[in-house]
């Protein structure tokens, strides 16, 4: 499934407000979209998510329906991206794979 980096602009005086907004967001927001992780983002950009989804007609949609509409989100940047074939691993799974150094 095609990968898909929604990077949004925040207004400074509702950034704690919107990032509770986009922490709420379903797991599966729209039809055919599947939110993975939300991130911080220190630079250009404030937030950024990461979704899988079927097509782009969805993305689109999940863009104008859910993310244009959170209070706060004041631009919107989506950029498809493809996968390394390396899959996606959750976060106990990368916790798992440390080793201590010097081992």
């Known amino acids: 499934m095609p990968e898909y980096l929604v990077l949004m602009k925040l207004n400074p005086g509702k950034i704690v407000d919107t990032l509770g907004d986009i922490r709420k967001l379903e797991e599966k927001p729209i039809s055919g ?7 911080n983002i220190f630079g250009a950009w404030d937030v950024g998510i990461w979704i899988n989804a079927e097509n782009s007609s969805e993305v689109l ?3 104008q329906k859910k993310v244009k509409n959170l209070n706060g989100v004041t631009d919107v940047y989506t950029v498809p991206t493809f996968p390394h074939g390396n899959g996606t691993k959750s976060a106990k799974h990368v916790e798992e ?3 201590p150094l010097g081992t």
């Open 33 to 39: 979209v599947d939110l993975c992780y939300s991130m």
């Open 61 to 63: 949609e999940f863009v």
């Open 97 to 99: 794979q440390k080793t």
